[in-house]
DNA sequence: CTAGAAGTTAAAGTCAGCTTTAAGTCATGC
DNA sequence: GCATGACTTAAAGCTGACTTTAACTTCTAG
């Protein structure tokens, strides 16, 4: 399979798969006259990267669970320990978005003369401090 | 107050409230002697700019309902626009992040021989799909 | 008066995850 | 045998919200 009809399968872009190349999460495959073939596994190679990136992975995470990742190794601790991490930092969203959620509510339907004063009186210290707990 | 002192009191960068003034959420203060001096409501106005980037807005966002609002004016349809697109937003972001949470627990609990095997297991190009309009 | 802290500017650097560009080489169909 | 499309590389560009750097000026305490 040549790089164009892996990204067309994978509906990723070629330069992507180059620059995973590049970053090392995919392995370079062999060369026929310089260019790339990959054997029909990279298929599922690529989805699984791009299924780790949408759960929240960097590329970074990713390359390190890879590496240590055989062909058919068993789900080992150390992807588990990633992935209890991961989970951590996802609750931490949800925690977040819930809590924006509601202050935008509240935004919504106060009655307040000023946007300033309605940050003012939701008690603009400890709120602010609540938020910025989760500030990234 | 000089800058320093706005710094030390919204727990901000003095290079962060000069980057504020220059793409134009922040109005420039008088000067004195090519110093800034901030007025003392330029705390809260400062509050408000965190304040609203922790719940998820741009600051090109925050500089285009700033720009219309005079210093008391009611809260105007302008913001509610814009806080209802962001509720969206955060409903979509809470899903999408209730949906990673469930998948990362399904991982780790499955006893699949290999991660490629497990997410195969999911039903790939369903979930992928799935995930996929959530992608930011 | 002077050392040193704090202020000033414009411009470049940072992070992630790519894309785009430039300048070429290889493969394929007619 | 050649036009065209697909491939190659390294390097630069993109986004957002800043920070850092360099080279300077101004303020303040002793």
New binding site residues.
């Given amino acids: 399979m040549?790089?164009?009809?892996l990204?067309r399968r994978t509906k990723?872009?070629?330069?992507?798969i180059?620059?995973?190349e590049?970053i090392g999460v995919l392995v370079a495959p062999q060369?026929?006259?310089?260019?790339?073939r990959y054997p029909t596994d990279s298929f599922d190679r690529v989805l699984l990267i791009?299924f780790a990136?949408d759960m929240g992975?960097?590329?970074?995470e990713i390359k390190l669970f890879l590496s240590g990742l055989r062909d058919n190794a068993p789900v080992g601790p150390r992807w588990k320990r990633l992935a209890n991490r991961k989970l951590l930092e996802v609750d931490q969203n949800i925690a977040r978005s819930l809590k924006l959620k509601s202050l935008l509510q509240n935004l919504l339907h106060c009655r307040c003369a000023s946007l300033q004063q309605c940050v003012r009186a939701l008690g603009p210290s400890e709120n602010l401090r609540l938020l910025q707990n989760f500030r990234r």
Avoid: C, D, W
């Avoid at 990723?12 to 992507?16: D, F, H």
């Avoid at 992975?57 to 970074?60: Q, V, W």
């Fill in positions: 040549k790089i164009g009809e990204a990723l872009n070629a330069s992507a180059r620059y995973y590049k060369r026929v006259g310089g260019q790339r791009r990136t992975f960097t590329l970074a």
